[in-house]
Structures are given as structure tokens and as C-alpha cells.
């Protein structure tokens, strides 16, 4: 594979699922995650060798100064051991809030993420967008590299615990409007095609007025309480259909948003089930 073309792949690999962050969450929290994602191109030095971000490291130090105020504790994650050549478009440190709490940004070789685990507010994490972009157009050393965003996102994570005994698929079908059906043909006792242990489920759609696509991810997780169903919605956008300034991006995420939000009340019952960390599906 040559080095454009590698790098072509590593722009393309914009759906990729959150990243895990050791100890971000409480132990026992529930899931619930809210979720913007920048991406900008790398550059690759010479052919065979893999794309960098030539800029990350004047920007990492920076951003964190411009954004201390309000995320004063800087994060070094394991992955940060690792040449940044090695970890492209993945995220290497937080700033996180007083007490390394949330909300947080995360940042990474040609990646930018604002997160928050509170219940889903525009009104508060709107503005953080808003700024995050501003400051990161700001701060990131253009004399070293162009600033070109190749991927954009707007993510909502949830999850609710499935009832002991509850059958998996009529859960879907009643609190989260999406029927899944396997032909019982395929099993000897046609019984079995209503009793999956596990899901693993993505179905993308056409999002005309974002140029890109709107996602939806069901899959199931298991813990000490059981079994959980977990859902992710994501409105994103890639190559020449992403914004590429801090003035375009906000109307961008704006509507993305009210895609999201549309999406969220359809599945208003079992999001405010799992909302309230009370309800189980």
C-alpha cells in the first residue's frame, strides 16, 4: 500500500466507535455520552512512510493553554507511549475538568473530540463546540502544516439494562422501533431464530442536507447487572462534504443536531428509561 493511499484509508475511517479511555467513567456509571469528532488530513513525509500530523505537537501544548481554565488537568493515555506516527487519528491525551471529571476534550494526531457525560443539553455543549473549533483554528501551527478537516461527527451514546428473561429482539421492537428477524430455517429447532444472545447491528442512511450519513448502532454488552443494550446515534460527514472552517462548522453541527434530536425522540421510551437510571428495556 503506498503512503497516499494509506493515508487516503486513514481519512476514510471516520466511523470508527468512541474511544475507550481508561478510568473515564466511574465505576457502575451508566453510558451515556454525547460526542463531537473533528478530523484533519495528515501528511505523508516521503512515500512508504507513514502520515503524520507535523503540527500536533505545538498544538497539544497550545490548546492546553488556551483551554486550562476550563479543563485544567492534562491526561497522558497509554496510547500516547506510542510514536504518534503509530496512532494516527487517535486520540493521546484529555483535558479534563477539576478532578478529572467531565465534561472533557481529547486530542490526538488529526483528531478533536469535546465530550460530555451529562444528559444531552445543546445549550451547554453547543457553545463548547463553538469554542473547541475556534481555539483549535487558533492555536494549530499552520506554518507547519494546513488545517484541513476531513471527517466530522455529532455522537449520542446510551444504554439500558435488559429485564432477566426479556426476549432481546421484542425488546427492540418496542422500545427501540427496529425489528430484526432471522429465518428459522437456518436452525434445526426454529425456536432458536427469536433467542440471540448478543447483537452487533449498523444501518447508515443518506443525510441530504449534511452531505453524509446518519447512523444507527445497536449492540448489547454484558456486566455484573447483566445484559445491557447499548445504541449510538451519529450524524457525520467526510472528504470534500466536511466544513472546513470554524464559521461553517457550527451551522454543520447545528443541523446536526436537529437530526439527532429527531432520531432521540423517536426512541424517547427507552431514552428516558436509561435517562433517568431507573428503567430497564
Given at each position: 500500500m503506498t503512503a497516499h493511499s494509506r493515508s487516503q484509508d486513514q481519512e476514510n475511517s471516520s466511523r470508527r466507535q468512541p474511544q475507550v479511555t481508561p478510568g473515564a467513567r466511574d465505576a457502575g456509571a451508566k453510558l451515556c455520552e454525547t460526542i463531537f469528532e473533528l478530523r484533519w488530513g495528515l501528511s505523508a513525509q516521503a512515500p512508504g512512510v507513514d502520515a503524520v500530523d507535523p503540527g500536533f505537537e505545538l498544538l497539544l501544548g497550545r490548546l492546553f493553554e488556551r483551554l486550562r481554565g476550563d479543563y485544567p488537568d492534562l491526561v497522558n493515555l497509554p496510547v500516547a507511549q506510542l510514536p504518534s506516527s503509530r496512532s494516527p487519528h487517535a486520540v493521546r491525551h484529555q483535558f479534563r475538568s477539576a478532578g478529572r471529571s467531565w465534561p472533557l476534550v481529547q486530542i490526538g494526531p488529526g483528531v478533536l473530540t469535546l465530550n460530555d457525560a451529562a444528559e444531552f443539553d445543546w445549550n451547554r455543549f453547543g457553545p463548547r463546540i463553538r469554542r473547541g473549533v475556534a481555539e483549535l483554528f487558533e492555536t494549530y501551527p499552520a506554518e507547519l502544516h494546513a488545517l484541513r478537516p476531513v471527517a466530522i461527527a455529532l455522537r449520542i451514546l446510551n444504554a439500558a439494562p435488559l429485564d432477566a428473561g426479556r426476549p432481546l429482539l421484542r425488546a427492540l421492537e418496542e422500545h427501540l422501533h427496529t425489528s430484526v428477524r432471522v429465518d428459522p430455517k437456518l436452525f434445526e429447532d426454529p425456536r432458536e431464530a427469536a433467542k440471540p444472545s448478543g447483537l452487533q447491528l449498523t444501518i447508515s442512511f443518506p443525510l441530504e442536507r449534511l452531505q453524509g450519513h446518519g447512523t444507527l448502532a445497536l449492540s448489547t454488552a454484558r456486566d455484573a447487572n447483566g445484559l445491557q443494550i447499548l445504541w449510538q446515534l451519529e450524524a457525520s460527514?467526510?472528504?470534500?462534504?466536511?466544513?472546513?472552517?470554524?464559521?461553517?462548522?457550527?451551522?454543520?453541527?447545528?443541523?446536526?443536531?436537529?437530526?439527532?434530536?429527531?432520531?432521540?425522540?423517536?426512541?424517547?421510551?427507552?431514552?428516558?428509561?436509561?435517562?433517568?437510571?431507573r428503567g430497564h428495556l
Amino acid at each position: 500500500m503506498t503512503a497516499h493511499s494509506r493515508s487516503q484509508d486513514q481519512e476514510n475511517s471516520s466511523r470508527r466507535q468512541p474511544q475507550v479511555t481508561p478510568g473515564a467513567r466511574d465505576a457502575g456509571a451508566k453510558l451515556c455520552e454525547t460526542i463531537f469528532e473533528l478530523r484533519w488530513g495528515l501528511s505523508a513525509q516521503a512515500p512508504g512512510v507513514d502520515a503524520v500530523d507535523p503540527g500536533f505537537e505545538l498544538l497539544l501544548g497550545r490548546l492546553f493553554e488556551r483551554l486550562r481554565g476550563d479543563y485544567p488537568d492534562l491526561v497522558n493515555l497509554p496510547v500516547a507511549q506510542l510514536p504518534s506516527s503509530r496512532s494516527p487519528h487517535a486520540v493521546r491525551h484529555q483535558f479534563r475538568s477539576a478532578g478529572r471529571s467531565w465534561p472533557l476534550v481529547q486530542i490526538g494526531p488529526g483528531v478533536l473530540t469535546l465530550n460530555d457525560a451529562a444528559e444531552f443539553d445543546w445549550n451547554r455543549f453547543g457553545p463548547r463546540i463553538r469554542r473547541g473549533v475556534a481555539e483549535l483554528f487558533e492555536t494549530y501551527p499552520a506554518e507547519l502544516h494546513a488545517l484541513r478537516p476531513v471527517a466530522i461527527a455529532l455522537r449520542i451514546l446510551n444504554a439500558a439494562p435488559l429485564d432477566a428473561g426479556r426476549p432481546l429482539l421484542r425488546a427492540l421492537e418496542e422500545h427501540l422501533h427496529t425489528s430484526v428477524r432471522v429465518d428459522p430455517k437456518l436452525f434445526e429447532d426454529p425456536r432458536e431464530a427469536a433467542k440471540p444472545s448478543g447483537l452487533q447491528l449498523t444501518i447508515s442512511f443518506p443525510l441530504e442536507r449534511l452531505q453524509g450519513h446518519g447512523t444507527l448502532a445497536l449492540s448489547t454488552a454484558r456486566d455484573a447487572n447483566g445484559l445491557q443494550i447499548l445504541w449510538q446515534l451519529e450524524a457525520s460527514a467526510l472528504g470534500e462534504a466536511v466544513p472546513k472552517d470554524p464559521a461553517a462548522i457550527q451551522p454543520w453541527a447545528e443541523m446536526a443536531r436537529e437530526v439527532l434530536m429527531r432520531w432521540l425522540g423517536t426512541l424517547d421510551d427507552a431514552s428516558d428509561r436509561a435517562g433517568s437510571g431507573r428503567g430497564h428495556l
